[in-house]
T-cell receptor, first 113, second 111 residues
């Protein structure tokens, strides 16, 4: 079946702008995760959703970052007042339950100029 | 929080030889240890995982071993092939959802 999909694949924006990154999880997966991967490093946890609610947002770096999952399927990661340090690949993953294997999407490469 | 260290950072092997990557973790409560393979510009791909109630798991040419006492786990790839060339990441979690990743190992298989 279809895997996790993310749009856009690439996003270039200017410092101070607002961006939205979208994630479509595998159908039927109740758990959804956002990670951020900087060049040459492993992914870093940002936020975890179980259904519609954010069960753990402890990885969000500051209040410029926010994520929603209003219907328990698609999720949007929102970044306000982008900074150059926000440049990274933003990865989304989903799992059948909160204790299941996590399957990643292809990521959105965000570049803040 | 959990801290995962991964060694080596780069590994070059001759085709047909074995490759071993080792990870250590800090939180003794960690109970789930997946391994991901990431090719350049691609998504991380789950290749094998192990839970803390077993010491070893094998899937064809890939195996993972876990030593809970020493808090380390290892990935073993036998009979390496050129398509095994990629970056490999280990991860650990003590709550089943918040994965903490190692820094990655770049594996190059020489033909």
């Amino acid at each position: 079946g279809a895997g996790v999909s993310q749009t856009p694949s690439n996003k270039v924006t200017e410092k101070g702008k607002y961006v939205e990154l979208r994630c479509d999880p595998i159908s039927g997966h109740t758990a959804l995760y956002w990670y951020r991967q900087s060049l040459g490093q492993g992914p870093e946890f940002l936020i975890y959703f179980q259904g519609t609610g954010a069960a753990d947002d402890s990885g969000l770096p500051n209040d410029r970052f926010f994520a929603v999952r209003p219907e328990g399927s698609v999720s949007t990661l929102k970044i306000q007042r982008t900074e150059r340090g926000d440049s990274a690949v933003y990865l989304c993953a989903s799992s059948l339950s909160n204790s299941g294997a996590q399957y990643f999407g292809p990521g959105t490469r965000l570049t803040v100029l | 929080g959990e801290n995962v260290e991964q060694h080596p950072s780069t590994l070059s092997v001759q085709e047909g030889d074995s490759a071993v990557i080792k990870c250590t973790y800090s939180d003794s409560a960690s109970n789930y240890f997946p391994w991901y393979k990431q090719e350049l510009g691609k998504r991380p791909q789950l290749i094998i995982d192990i839970r803390s109630n077993v010491g070893e798991k094998k899937d064809q040419r890939i195996a993972v071993t876990l030593n809970k006492t020493a808090k380390h786990f290892s990935l073993h790839i036998t009979e390496t092939q050129p398509e095994d060339s990629a970056v490999y990441f280990c991860a650990a979690t003590d709550n089943d959802y918040k994965l903490s990743f190692g820094a990655g190992t770049t594996v190059t298989v020489r033909a």
